[in-house]
Each structure stands twice: as C-alpha cells, then as structure tokens.
C-alpha cells in the first residue's frame, strides 16, 4: 500500500506533531507533503530522516512568519501537490487547511483532525489578532472566504478522525460530518520508566507554548499572589512579543525554562506538586496525560478537551464549578485568578494527599501510544475492507 502523510508545516514542535512522528512509525516509508519546512528548526530537526516534500511555496513562507498573513495562499499551496501514485492518504489538519489536498476518487482520504482552524470559527488563537484594527479588518475578509473554502475542503475528506469528542462535535458543527475519535498517542511507557521512583517537590508546573489563550499571564498572576513556585517549560511560537509580556510581569518565584529535552520533562512533571492546565477551551490537551503518566495530578480548568482525560478527585481537581459566575471581562465560561487561587488551596488542603499516583499513572494508559497505533491500524483497515464490501 502506497501511504502519503500530509502536514500543515515542520517549524514548531507541539501535539500535531507527535501525532505526525506515530504516523511516521506505523508508515515509515511515507513521505510527508508540508507547506514549508525549516530544517534547523526543532520540528525539522524531529524529521530530518524522513522524505520531506514541500510546497511551491517554501521558501516565501518561511520569510520572517510570513506563513500566518499569507495564508490566503492555502487553497494554492495544497492543490499543487500530486498525489495521484498513492493508495491512502493521511491529512494533520488544523489551522492551515491540509484536508483540501486533491486526491483521485480510488484514494482513501483519511483526515486526523486536531481542530477546525480555531481562528476561522471564532475560538481563542495564540495570538490575539483581533486587537489590532488593521489585522482584524483583513482576518475578517479573508475568514469569510476561507470559512467556505474550509467547508468546501471537508467534503473532499473520505473519513475524519477526531482527536477528541470536543474536536468531533466542532466536525459536526460546521463541516456537518461525522468522525472517529481516536486520542492522540502519549509515551506513557517511557514516562512511567523514568518517573516511577520520583518525589514531589515544591513548585508547580505548567507545559506549553509561550502564546497567547494558554493562561499563562493566569499562572503567573496567581503564583506571584501566593508565593508558590511555579516553573514554564515552553518555548516562544509565532510572533514573540507575548513572552516578553509575561517575562515583564513574572515575580521571583517564576522560573521560564524554555524547551526541555523530553528526558528534562517527564523528570519535571515526575517532582511537581501538580500541573496547572488553563486554557480555556484545548482541543485535547496531551500534557495532562503526561503529568498523570508520572504520577501526578493535575488543576485543569473545566472545559475543552481537558473533561476527557482528568477524573474529578482522582486524578485531578476541575475549576471553577460546573455553572461559574461571569468573568470580570465578560467573555463567560473562562479561568479567573481567583478561581485558580481557590482550586490551589483546595488542592493543598485536601486533593494533594488523597489523589494517588497509581490512579494517574492508571488513567494515563488509556491514551498510549501504542493504543494510537493500534486504533489507527484497526481503522485504516476498517475502512478497506469497507470499500472491500462495495
């Protein structure tokens, strides 16, 4: 069987991207169609063994970010590949619209699909570019025509698989097509190896990008207002003036680490107290599956991708409560400091000596990366014999 992988482009290393790399592992000798690709980067450097085919486009995108305002370009980009001589064809699509590759009728089309793009349906984005007048004027334009464009490329997809039930209702919602849920793959054996005679110590972590819409100005904010040491392991994505931001405002017991090597971070999650996880509405959110492969609990914020992980006073403690009061800003259902300073003091008080490290490390199995590559094989030959019966 003739297998081609289709990726929005190899620059930042984050969820979508260990999904491509257990893609790569289950189809080793597909090739992986990209917009752009940096060879220097970490996510290049990640598949710098693998045959890389990039767009027409390459080197324009890579040109001081030029790939976010020139997205308008999608629809050109993604159409020029031929991708006639393979039997299947495996999309990641998220934000820069990989599903509208053209494939011929005898192809199996299957579209793992982290998210619609988020910028596009009115879901918070590490940037907010709605702040900036001239920016939100041409985001308008060009989303009404991209909006339909995304629909048009979603009908062209044979199967969706859906990262999460949150991710598969936003399928449903605006592409009205059904999907698969199969979660994304976690090193959960290997974390487990690492971290299994680890001791907590006294800080909090938090695991993410350096971007906007991940509550990190929220974690800061709140470990500066209680003296908890809290540590970030990210590095900065996109345009980088929000890291400068937060960097302003940190007080002495914040520590920024950047990227980590993997080793470094299992090792980190293994020694914190808990993982703060507060983005208001993830797709999914595989750190937190981490932290509980380690051992550890996590204080997530109710919402997004976040309720399908985490068990309410077992492996983990939700906030604010199910039916919260407004938030000061008026955009509703989000985290605020005083939610977060409630949630911590519940935590310390109560769900730090009755949450077990089995019972994480437990939970955490369920998404395997060897459950990942398994689920997708029983999928991808589902769908074959399928088209076997006619």
Not at 95 to 121: A, D, E, Q, V
Not at 160 to 183: C, D, L
Not at 353 to 372: H, L
Request: with cysteine; aromatic share 12%.
């Amino acid at each position: 069987m003739r297998v081609a992988l289709v990726h929005d482009y190899l620059k930042e290393y984050g969820g979508a991207e260990r999904v491509l790399e257990a893609l790569t592992e289950i189809y080793p000798q597909a090739p992986i169609y990209t917009a752009f690709y940096v060879p220097d980067s970490v996510a290049g450097k990640a598949f710098a063994g693998k045959k890389i085919i990039t767009s027409w486009a390459n080197w324009l995108l890579q040109v001081k970010n030029l790939y976010s305002p020139l997205r308008f370009l999608t629809p050109l980009i993604w159409e020029s590949f031929d991708l006639r001589n393979f039997d299947l064809v495996i999309s990641s699509a998220s934000w820069y619209i990989t599903k509208s590759i053209i494939t011929k009728p005898s192809t199996l089309h299957l579209c793992y699909c982290h998210t619609p793009p988020r910028w596009l349906y009115g879901y918070r984005t590490a940037i907010e570019w709605k702040k900036f007048l001239p920016i939100r004027v041409y985001g308008q334009i060009l989303a009404f025509f991209l909006r339909k464009y995304d629909f048009l490329a979603a009908q062209r997809v044979d199967e969706f698989i859906a990262n999460s039930a949150n991710t598969e209702q936003r399928i449903a919602k605006f592409y009205r097509r059904e999907a698969t849920v199969i979660y994304p793959p976690v090193e959960v054996k290997k974390i487990m190896k690492v971290t299994k005679s680890l001791k907590p110590k006294d800080y909090f972590l938090v695991v993410s990008r350096v971007v906007g819409g991940k509550g990190l100005d929220l974690a800061i904010e709140v470990a500066n207002r209680l003296k908890i040491n809290l540590k970030i392991v990210g590095e900065p994505a996109g345009l980088r003036w929000e890291e400068g931001k937060l960097r302003r405002i940190k007080g002495g017991t914040v520590e920024f680490l950047g990227r980590v090597s993997d080793q470094e971070l299992w090792r980190l999650y293994g020694e914190c107290q808990a993982l703060l996880a507060l983005a208001s509405d993830e797709d999914f959110g595989i750190t937190l599956v981490e932290a509980m492969a380690a051992g550890r609990p996590v204080i997530a914020f109710r919402g997004g991708g976040y309720v399908e992980s985490v068990i309410e006073g077992k492996t983990g403690l939700f906030f604010p409560p199910a039916t919260p009061a407004r938030s000061a800003g008026g955009r509703g259902n989000e985290p605020t400091s005083e939610s977060l300073i409630q949630a911590i003091n519940r935590f310390n008080d109560i769900y730090q000596y009755s949450i077990k490290p089995a019972d994480c490390r437990g939970q955490a199995e369920k998404f395997s990366k060897e459950r990942f590559k398994r689920e997708i094989k029983e999928f991808v030959g589902g769908e074959y014999a399928r088209i076997a019966r006619g």
